[in-house]
């Protein structure tokens, strides 16, 4: 039996409901496929930190190097400082893992509710650069508290870093029937970085001939993203942009339960980790109504990731069978993770 060592961070709020349901899933298609999970799990997040001071300690981080992939729920916790686990735990992760392809698919499944009129036709996905822009803590602020206080968070874009995930969004362009890149950005204003994202795809693209490319100002795609969404296919974005506009994206394919991500790392050389594009869901935590389908679909991503991507495209289906019998009744995580697997089953 082929085993896959997988590291299961659930963290924080709905982190561990969602990472049940979906390690259930993983479980019983990985079992079909004649493989399976064997789990690493990591208790890290709010308790630990309370506990120890730790959010992600350096042997952690050292194990985490040699495993297949990671599962990630959520993290973040209102008795916790905003940032620490943020920043200590999940960015550490994307920063340190150098995942600097941050994956996130939207797509409108034929019984998921839009907000938007109509039906239109959805299925883009957003290649948000993930280890550099306003997230690096390149910054810092002086007379705290004062009304003079001057506080920084300076956006970090190199050549390098651009070129790298632009590449990879061409490259995931010409692998799409439509094979259309749109770069995202506000060089308008952030002239500095914006240019330098604009010269990056300018070229790049003569490798990728069959790809057509076009350019929004952040703004602007805000706006297409709710009145013609069906206009992309590719999005290629800086790490605050994407954040922002994959939360918009989710919104109008089905909602935050049902959108997924990878943070990737394309080179291979460290593990690439699989989580829900939301968060850790204070205001639902404990009462067992979060929707585990964006934890589901993230393990598709990370079997598509590991080659499996037979097993990934069965996950996609039972989540898609499982939307479009959904009922006007609310139902539980359980009761999703349980459907979804009797769909994976059947
Ligand atoms: P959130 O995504 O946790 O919640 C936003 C809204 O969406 C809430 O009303 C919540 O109930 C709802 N929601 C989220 N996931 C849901 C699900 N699976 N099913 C049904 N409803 C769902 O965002 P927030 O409230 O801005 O942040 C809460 C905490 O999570 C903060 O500490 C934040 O830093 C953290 N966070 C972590 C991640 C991550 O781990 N990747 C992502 C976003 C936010
Ligand atoms: C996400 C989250 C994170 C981000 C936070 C919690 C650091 O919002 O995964 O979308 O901004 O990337
Ligand atoms: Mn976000």
Excluded: C
């Excluded at 790490?239 to 990878?262: K, M, Q, R």
């Excluded at 009462?287 to 990731?305: E, K, N």
């Amino acid at each position: 039996t082929q085993t896959y060592r997988i590291a299961s961070i659930p963290g924080d709020g709905i982190g561990p409901e969602v990472v049940a349901e979906a390690r259930t899933v993983l479980d019983a298609v990985l079992a079909s496929e004649g493989a399976r999970a064997d789990y690493a799990d990591y208790d890290l997040g709010a308790r630990r930190w309370h506990a120890t001071g730790e959010t992600l300690p350096d042997s952690v981080l050292e194990e985490l190097r040699g495993v297949d992939a990671i599962l990630l729920g959520a993290v973040g916790d209102p008795s916790v400082p905003s940032g620490v686990l943020e920043r200590g735990l999940l960015l550490r992760l994307r920063f340190e893992l150098d995942h600097y392809v941050n994956l996130r698919p939207s797509k409108l499944f034929a019984g998921a509710t839009t907000p938007l009129a109509g039906s239109p036709q959805i299925d883009f996905v957003v290649v948000r650069e993930g280890t550099e822009g306003p997230y690096v803590g390149n910054g810092g602020a002086i007379r705290v508290g004062t009304p003079h206080e001057v506080a920084n968070e300076v956006s970090v874009n190199t050549a390098y870093g651009v070129e790298r995930v632009v590449r990879d969004a061409f490259a995931r362009a010409q692998r799409r029937e439509r094979k259309h890149l749109t770069l995202v950005h506000k060089n308008n204003v952030l002239v500095h970085a914006g240019h330098l994202w604009a010269r990056t795809v300018a070229a790049v693209a003569p490798e990728f001939p069959d790809v057509t490319t076009d350019y929004l100002h952040v703004d602007a795609a805000t706006i297409f993203l709710v009145t013609k969404p069906e206009r992309f296919d590719v999005i290629v974005t800086d790490n605050l942009f994407g954040d922002i506009l994959t939360d918009l994206a989710a919104a109008v394919t089905g909602g935050i339960g049902l959108a997924a991500s990878g943070n990737v790392n394309p080179d291979r050389t460290t593990p690439s980790m699989f989580e829900p594009v939301h968060g850790s869901a204070p205001d639902i935590a404990g009462t067992g109504v979060a929707d585990p389908t964006a934890a589901i679909l993230s393990t598709a991503l990370l079997l598509d990731h590991l080659g499996l991507s037979a097993a990934a495209a069965r996950v996609e289906a039972a989540v898609e069978a499982d939307l479009a019998a959904r009922g006007p009744a609310p139902r539980s995580t359980r009761e999703v993770g349980e459907a979804v697997l009797a769909r994976l089953q059947g």
